[in-house]
């Protein structure tokens, strides 16, 4: 990295800390917030407390461990700022929100929301918490700006347990895609108007949720089942594996997802009208794509402005690739999931500073990349 390089990335560092400053009310925290963001990105071994002490020139990690658990800021607050910060300078028109889930390995049974549960990022049930979050993503780049903590039944049924881990008592279950639609109704709030949103068909299936998004009119291209019903004619409901199989071959095309690891992500498309009645200016479509190489399917259930074209819904379908480069780059770059805690309120004040971190890499990038001087602190 070179000198000029060096001074964008400081002083955009800066202007985030300046930022979520206001949110904490002592000084002591306010700057130990910004030695843990470095922490985080200094590339340690591992960042956990004693490193992240050690790193900051403290010879405990009682600092860190204060400002995680007990330090007076505001956690949601500086998530929003997060949140904003984000958008402001990764802002685009035709921008996707991402809702996904990932898994923090854990031994134990104390940590908050705990348990024997799948885990995407091991690919099988394992002892973990769940975190479900909201990436944003655009031409510009991505970056994660919301997340909740799952908690499985079998915690918020008992109480006790609960208030060990430091979960309010008005905290009840709430299945991860009602955490999904919480999140983007908090998006939606706040004034984010992203030009689609995706999902895989853990969240995409749930009718409900694709119902909810066609209340506020957000156009969407979420993933689903292959025996999933669909409405598409007078004639009734019909399997979506049944609607694609029907179409002709002239039907699927040869169209880029996206730049992959490996050059173009191209794949096999095709889509379908469904519903018998379209809001005016809208569309419904099934979307189907088709890997060149096996044949393998997957299908997506599509709802946008009229004239949206088969590339435009296959482009959405391949963006959600960003919410894990999200989950690599921040457990990789800014210690998503390195993290020593076990109660709830520690469990968000490391992820919304680590998501903090994360962003923050991810704008002092594009701004070298476009070789622009960071904006002054103010």
Sequence with gaps: MTNVDVAVWSAELDRLHARIAGRFTRAEPRRRARQYLCGLVAGLDRTNGWTLAEQAGDVSPDGMQRLLRWADWDVDTVRDDVRDYVVEHLGDPQSVLIIDDTGFLKKGVKSAGVARQYSGTAGRVENCQV????????????????????????????????????????????????????????AFAAGIAPGWVTMDEAYGQSKSLRVWMEEHDQAHVVATRRNDDVVTTSMGFARVDN????????????????????????YHWARTPIRVFWRPGRGHWLLARRNISTGELAYYVCYGPRQTRLMDLARVAGSRWAVEECFQQAKNGAGLDEYQVRDWRAWYAHITLSMAAHAWLVVAKTLTAKGEPAPAST
């Design 131 to 186: 975190g479900v979050f909201l990436a944003y993503r655009s031409c510009k780049g991505h970056a994660l700006i919301d997340r909740q903590l799952y908690l499985p039944q079998a915690w918020t049924d008992d109480r006790e347990r609960c208030r060990a881990a430091g979960i309010p008592d008005e905290v009840g279950f709430a299945t991860k895609v009602e955490m999904a639609r919480t999140m983007l109704g908090r």
């Design 243 to 266: 609607l694609i199989a029907a179409l002709p071959g002239r039907a699927w095309s040869r169209i880029s997802a996206g730049p992959g690891a490996h050059g173009p992500r191209e």
